[in-house]
Protein backbone atom coordinates (compact mmCIF):
# COMPACT_ATOMS: atom_id res chain seq x y z
CA UNK A 1 0.00 0.00 0.00
CA UNK A 2 2.21 3.29 -1.12
CA UNK A 3 2.29 6.28 1.25
CA UNK A 4 2.15 9.58 -0.43
CA UNK A 5 3.18 12.71 2.05
CA UNK A 6 4.35 16.01 1.89
CA UNK A 7 7.63 16.85 2.75
CA UNK A 8 8.32 19.62 4.98
CA UNK A 9 11.05 22.15 3.08
CA UNK A 10 13.17 25.03 4.45
CA UNK A 11 12.75 27.45 1.17
CA UNK A 12 9.73 26.00 -1.21
CA UNK A 13 11.51 28.82 -3.89
CA UNK A 14 14.22 26.45 -3.95
CA UNK A 15 13.13 23.41 -4.12
CA UNK A 16 15.22 20.88 -6.06
CA UNK A 17 13.16 18.42 -6.52
CA UNK A 18 9.18 17.99 -6.95
CA UNK A 19 9.03 14.30 -5.37
CA UNK A 20 11.34 11.89 -3.83
CA UNK A 21 10.69 8.12 -4.31
CA UNK A 22 11.65 5.61 -1.11
CA UNK A 23 12.23 2.10 -2.45
CA UNK A 24 13.60 -0.36 0.04
CA UNK A 25 13.50 -3.71 -1.34
CA UNK A 26 14.01 -2.93 -5.25
CA UNK A 27 14.61 -5.68 -7.85
CA UNK A 28 15.17 -6.11 -11.36
CA UNK A 29 12.53 -6.90 -13.37
CA UNK A 30 12.97 -9.60 -15.37
CA UNK A 31 10.18 -9.68 -18.05
CA UNK A 32 9.56 -12.93 -19.93
CA UNK A 33 6.89 -13.07 -22.18
CA UNK A 34 5.20 -16.65 -22.88
CA UNK A 35 1.79 -16.50 -25.10
CA UNK A 36 -0.63 -19.15 -23.24
CA UNK A 37 1.48 -20.39 -19.87
CA UNK A 38 0.71 -23.50 -19.27
CA UNK A 39 2.06 -24.81 -15.81
CA UNK A 40 4.09 -28.36 -15.36
CA UNK A 41 4.67 -28.34 -18.96
CA UNK A 42 7.61 -26.57 -21.71
CA UNK A 43 6.70 -23.01 -22.69
CA UNK A 44 8.66 -20.92 -25.10
CA UNK A 45 9.62 -17.11 -24.22
CA UNK A 46 9.03 -15.17 -27.24
CA UNK A 47 10.50 -11.78 -25.78
CA UNK A 48 13.08 -11.11 -22.61
CA UNK A 49 13.63 -7.60 -20.87
CA UNK A 50 15.42 -6.80 -17.81
CA UNK A 51 14.50 -3.68 -16.39
CA UNK A 52 15.41 -1.75 -12.93
CA UNK A 53 12.15 -2.49 -10.91
CA UNK A 54 10.36 -1.76 -7.61
CA UNK A 55 7.29 0.26 -6.70
CA UNK A 56 8.88 3.60 -5.91
CA UNK A 57 11.66 3.05 -8.96
CA UNK A 58 8.34 2.77 -11.36
CA UNK A 59 6.50 5.47 -9.26
CA UNK A 60 9.83 7.58 -10.17
CA UNK A 61 10.16 6.77 -13.11
CA UNK A 62 6.31 7.42 -14.23
CA UNK A 63 6.66 10.92 -12.55
CA UNK A 64 10.03 11.62 -14.75
CA UNK A 65 8.86 10.79 -18.06
CA UNK A 66 6.07 13.25 -17.53
CA UNK A 67 8.59 16.38 -16.65
CA UNK A 68 8.66 16.07 -13.04
CA UNK A 69 12.03 16.50 -11.18
CA UNK A 70 12.74 13.10 -9.43
CA UNK A 71 14.99 11.89 -7.10
CA UNK A 72 14.88 8.36 -6.16
CA UNK A 73 16.17 7.07 -2.58
CA UNK A 74 16.77 3.17 -1.35
CA UNK A 75 19.25 0.81 -0.84
CA UNK A 76 20.76 -1.03 -4.36
CA UNK A 77 23.29 -4.43 -3.96
CA UNK A 78 26.91 -3.26 -5.89
CA UNK A 79 27.25 -6.08 -7.83
CA UNK A 80 24.87 -5.52 -10.52
CA UNK A 81 24.15 -1.42 -9.68
CA UNK A 82 24.95 -0.29 -13.11
CA UNK A 83 21.04 -1.65 -14.27
CA UNK A 84 19.66 1.22 -11.93
CA UNK A 85 22.42 3.83 -12.63
CA UNK A 86 21.86 3.23 -16.72
CA UNK A 87 17.89 3.40 -15.75
CA UNK A 88 17.60 6.01 -13.20
CA UNK A 89 20.06 8.21 -15.98
CA UNK A 90 17.99 7.18 -19.20
CA UNK A 91 14.42 8.47 -17.47
CA UNK A 92 16.23 11.34 -16.03
CA UNK A 93 15.69 10.54 -12.24
CA UNK A 94 18.31 11.39 -9.83
CA UNK A 95 19.68 8.59 -7.98
CA UNK A 96 20.27 8.63 -4.37
CA UNK A 97 20.41 5.25 -3.65
CA UNK A 98 22.42 3.88 -1.01
CA UNK A 99 24.74 1.36 -1.72
CA UNK A 100 24.98 -2.10 -0.08
CA UNK A 101 27.33 -5.36 -0.17
CA UNK A 102 25.94 -8.19 -2.30
CA UNK A 103 23.08 -7.54 -5.07
CA UNK A 104 19.82 -6.56 -5.38
CA UNK A 105 17.55 -8.98 -6.34
CA UNK A 106 15.98 -10.40 -9.73
CA UNK A 107 12.23 -10.82 -9.90
CA UNK A 108 10.94 -12.76 -13.01
CA UNK A 109 7.77 -11.42 -14.35
CA UNK A 110 5.98 -13.62 -17.13
CA UNK A 111 3.42 -11.95 -19.31
CA UNK A 112 0.85 -14.00 -21.07
CA UNK A 113 -0.41 -11.59 -23.35
CA UNK A 114 -3.08 -13.84 -24.94
CA UNK A 115 -4.87 -14.08 -21.50
CA UNK A 116 -3.62 -10.54 -19.91
CA UNK A 117 -1.96 -12.02 -17.34
CA UNK A 118 0.89 -11.74 -15.54
CA UNK A 119 2.65 -14.02 -12.71
CA UNK A 120 5.42 -12.84 -10.57
CA UNK A 121 8.15 -14.63 -8.76
CA UNK A 122 9.78 -12.98 -6.09
CA UNK A 123 12.68 -13.46 -3.63
CA UNK A 124 15.10 -12.14 -1.32
CA UNK A 125 15.99 -8.36 -1.28
CA UNK A 126 19.02 -7.50 1.11
CA UNK A 127 19.56 -6.84 4.39
CA UNK A 128 20.43 -3.78 5.39
CA UNK A 129 21.93 -2.65 8.85
CA UNK A 130 20.49 -0.23 11.42
CA UNK A 131 23.09 1.73 10.81
CA UNK A 132 22.40 2.30 6.82
CA UNK A 133 18.90 2.33 7.32
CA UNK A 134 19.95 5.28 9.82
CA UNK A 135 22.00 7.04 6.58
CA UNK A 136 18.94 6.65 4.23
CA UNK A 137 16.50 8.39 7.25
CA UNK A 138 19.09 11.41 7.11
CA UNK A 139 18.94 11.36 3.77
CA UNK A 140 15.89 11.74 3.12
CA UNK A 141 15.29 14.50 5.74
CA UNK A 142 17.57 16.62 4.27
CA UNK A 143 16.13 15.97 0.96
CA UNK A 144 14.58 19.15 -0.58
CA UNK A 145 11.63 17.45 -2.40
CA UNK A 146 7.53 18.74 -2.43
CA UNK A 147 6.55 15.29 -1.71
CA UNK A 148 7.62 11.79 -0.73
CA UNK A 149 6.28 8.87 -1.92
CA UNK A 150 7.19 5.13 0.15
CA UNK A 151 6.15 2.12 -1.60
CA UNK A 152 7.05 -1.24 -1.87
CA UNK A 153 7.56 -3.92 0.92
CA UNK A 154 6.57 -1.56 3.93
CA UNK A 155 5.89 -2.48 7.47
CA UNK A 156 2.26 -1.16 8.95
CA UNK A 157 2.34 2.32 8.83
CA UNK A 158 -1.03 4.17 8.48
CA UNK A 159 -0.99 5.23 11.53
CA UNK A 160 2.08 7.28 10.84
CA UNK A 161 -0.31 9.97 8.98
CA UNK A 162 0.13 9.66 5.51
CA UNK A 163 -1.69 12.49 3.01
CA UNK A 164 -2.60 10.07 0.49
CA UNK A 165 -2.36 5.93 0.18
CA UNK A 166 -3.21 3.90 -2.50
CA UNK A 167 -4.30 -0.04 -1.55
CA UNK A 168 -5.86 -2.06 -3.72
CA UNK A 169 -9.33 -4.10 -2.55
CA UNK A 170 -6.82 -7.01 -1.15
CA UNK A 171 -5.00 -4.43 0.52
CA UNK A 172 -7.82 -2.56 1.78
CA UNK A 173 -9.83 -5.48 2.62
CA UNK A 174 -6.61 -6.59 5.09
CA UNK A 175 -6.35 -3.01 6.27
CA UNK A 176 -10.17 -3.06 8.11
CA UNK A 177 -10.24 -6.57 8.82
CA UNK A 178 -13.03 -7.68 6.55
CA UNK A 179 -14.05 -8.65 2.73
CA UNK A 180 -15.14 -5.80 0.89
CA UNK A 181 -18.03 -7.85 -1.56
CA UNK A 182 -19.04 -4.44 -3.76
CA UNK A 183 -18.11 -0.73 -4.29
CA UNK A 184 -20.33 0.66 -1.51
CA UNK A 185 -18.30 -1.83 0.86
CA UNK A 186 -14.84 -0.53 -0.76
CA UNK A 187 -16.27 3.07 -0.02
CA UNK A 188 -17.05 2.74 3.17
CA UNK A 189 -13.82 1.18 4.01
CA UNK A 190 -11.99 3.77 2.54
CA UNK A 191 -14.02 6.29 4.71
CA UNK A 192 -12.94 4.67 7.89
CA UNK A 193 -9.48 5.63 7.12
CA UNK A 194 -9.79 9.01 6.39
CA UNK A 195 -12.13 9.84 9.56
CA UNK A 196 -8.51 8.04 10.74
CA UNK A 197 -6.55 10.57 9.85
CA UNK A 198 -5.74 9.66 5.75
CA UNK A 199 -6.49 12.93 4.07
CA UNK A 200 -7.06 10.69 0.71
CA UNK A 201 -7.64 7.13 -0.30
CA UNK A 202 -7.41 5.90 -3.60
CA UNK A 203 -8.66 2.12 -4.27
CA UNK A 204 -7.94 0.57 -7.71
CA UNK A 205 -10.23 -1.71 -8.47
CA UNK A 206 -8.22 -3.13 -11.76
CA UNK A 207 -10.86 -3.21 -14.55
CA UNK A 208 -13.79 -1.14 -12.01
CA UNK A 209 -11.75 1.33 -12.06
CA UNK A 210 -10.73 3.25 -9.01
CA UNK A 211 -12.47 4.53 -6.09
CA UNK A 212 -11.22 8.23 -5.28
CA UNK A 213 -12.34 9.27 -1.01
CA UNK A 214 -11.29 12.20 1.04
CA UNK A 215 -13.47 14.07 4.28
CA UNK A 216 -15.64 15.91 1.84
CA UNK A 217 -16.06 14.07 -1.73
CA UNK A 218 -16.53 10.51 -2.99
CA UNK A 219 -15.77 10.14 -7.09
CA UNK A 220 -15.19 6.80 -9.12
CA UNK A 221 -13.19 6.77 -12.13
CA UNK A 222 -13.79 4.36 -15.07
CA UNK A 223 -11.33 3.61 -17.56
CA UNK A 224 -12.37 2.86 -21.28
CA UNK A 225 -11.97 -0.62 -22.48
CA UNK A 226 -8.56 -1.31 -24.07
CA UNK A 227 -6.00 -3.91 -25.08
CA UNK A 228 -3.84 -4.83 -21.84
CA UNK A 229 -0.25 -5.65 -22.93
CA UNK A 230 0.58 -6.01 -19.63
CA UNK A 231 -0.41 -5.19 -16.12
CA UNK A 232 3.39 -4.55 -14.78
CA UNK A 233 3.73 -1.19 -12.81
CA UNK A 234 -0.06 -0.20 -13.51
CA UNK A 235 -0.74 0.26 -9.60
CA UNK A 236 2.90 2.11 -9.43
CA UNK A 237 1.30 4.77 -12.68
CA UNK A 238 -1.66 5.38 -10.35
CA UNK A 239 0.63 6.37 -7.85
CA UNK A 240 2.42 8.54 -9.97
CA UNK A 241 -0.56 10.15 -11.60
CA UNK A 242 -1.67 11.08 -7.78
CA UNK A 243 1.26 12.48 -7.04
CA UNK A 244 1.28 14.23 -10.25
CA UNK A 245 -2.49 15.94 -9.37
CA UNK A 246 -1.20 17.29 -6.19
CA UNK A 247 1.91 18.98 -8.01
CA UNK A 248 -0.70 20.55 -10.03
CA UNK A 249 -3.25 21.38 -7.37
CA UNK A 250 -6.13 19.41 -9.37
CA UNK A 251 -9.97 19.01 -7.86
CA UNK A 252 -10.20 15.43 -6.89
CA UNK A 253 -12.52 14.68 -10.37
CA UNK A 254 -9.11 15.86 -11.90
CA UNK A 255 -7.13 14.14 -9.98
CA UNK A 256 -9.38 11.12 -10.77
CA UNK A 257 -8.83 11.37 -14.49
CA UNK A 258 -5.11 12.08 -14.47
CA UNK A 259 -4.32 9.19 -12.37
CA UNK A 260 -6.69 6.70 -14.33
CA UNK A 261 -4.59 7.95 -17.45
CA UNK A 262 -1.07 7.28 -15.54
CA UNK A 263 -2.34 3.52 -14.83
CA UNK A 264 -3.80 3.23 -18.31
CA UNK A 265 -0.85 4.26 -20.21
CA UNK A 266 1.28 1.60 -18.38
CA UNK A 267 -1.67 -1.18 -19.13
CA UNK A 268 -1.11 -0.41 -22.84
CA UNK A 269 2.57 0.34 -23.17
CA UNK A 270 3.56 -2.56 -21.05
CA UNK A 271 7.48 -3.06 -20.34
CA UNK A 272 8.79 -4.30 -22.90
CA UNK A 273 7.61 -1.04 -25.92
CA UNK A 274 8.33 2.71 -26.13
CA UNK A 275 5.86 5.09 -26.34
CA UNK A 276 5.44 8.92 -25.87
CA UNK A 277 4.51 9.13 -22.27
CA UNK A 278 3.40 12.83 -22.51
CA UNK A 279 0.77 12.06 -25.51
CA UNK A 280 -0.31 8.87 -24.39
CA UNK A 281 -1.25 10.29 -20.68
CA UNK A 282 -3.33 13.39 -22.33
CA UNK A 283 -4.98 10.97 -25.01
CA UNK A 284 -6.48 8.86 -21.98
CA UNK A 285 -7.22 11.56 -19.94
CA UNK A 286 -10.48 12.78 -22.01
CA UNK A 287 -11.37 9.40 -22.12
CA UNK A 288 -11.83 8.26 -18.38
CA UNK A 289 -15.36 8.80 -16.75
CA UNK A 290 -15.45 10.06 -13.27
CA UNK A 291 -18.53 10.16 -11.57
CA UNK A 292 -19.37 11.37 -7.85
CA UNK A 293 -21.17 9.17 -5.20
Do not use: Y
Not at 51 to 71: D, P
Not at 220 to 240: E, H
Not at 253 to 272: K, P, V, Y
Request: charged share 20%; aromatic share 4%; with cysteine.
Amino acid sequence: CPLVVPKKMNSPASTLHDVATVTLNPAIDRTVSVANLSLGAVNRAELVGDRAGGKGVNVAAALAEQGHRVAALGFLGQENEGVFASFFAGVGVQDRCLRLPGATRTGIKIIDPVRGETTDLNFPGLAPRATEVAALMRQLDELDARWCVLAGSLPPAIGAGPDVIKPNVHELAELVGRELEDEKAVIAAARELVRGGVALVVVSRGADGAVFVSAGEVVVARPPAIAVRSTVGAGDAMVAGIVAARLRGLSLTESARLATAFSLFALSRGELAGSDARAAVAGFTGRVEVSAR
